[in-house]
């Protein structure tokens, strides 16, 4: 799957990339017509622990999944993020084999 990540106000190293990469790959395994996704990191200016957003957009045939997440981590963050696309999907899934 094709996966664009973004970090914004701060560059990412190799390692987070490739976990990305890794879990977004995964998500093929619950919807195997996944177009491609993009993955926004973001480091909000805050005292707060809880700074690292991630936005995660699934592309899917006639349809798109945006999930937002706010965590301490960014791999927490993003773990969070596939597990709510994973749900998003299966629900899809369920959907269309129910009109068939």
């Known amino acids: 799957m094709k996966v664009n990540t973004q ?3 701060f560059d990412a190293d190799a390692k987070l990339i490739s976990f990305i990469q890794t879990r977004m790959d995964k ?4 919807y ?3 177009i491609s996704s993009d993955v926004y990191l973001k480091v909000e200016n ?7 957003i991630v ?5 899917i045939p006639r349809d798109k999944f945006v999930v937002k997440k ?7 963050a ?6 709510s696309i994973e749900r998003k999907l299966v629900k899809k899934k ?6 068939v």
Do not use: G, H, P, W
Not at 27 to 30: A, D, I, P, T, V
Not at 46 to 52: D, F, G, L, M, R
Not at 78 to 83: K, T, W
């Open 7 to 9: 970090s914004v106000n």
């Open 27 to 30: 998500l093929e395994q619950f």
């Open 32 to 34: 195997d017509k996944v």
């Open 46 to 52: 805050t005292s707060a622990k809880e700074n690292k």
């Open 55 to 59: 936005e995660i957009k699934v592309n």
């Open 70 to 76: 706010q965590c301490k981590s960014f791999e927490e």
């Open 78 to 83: 993003i773990d969070s993020a596939c597990n």
């Open 94 to 99: 369920e959907k269309m084999r129910s009109y």
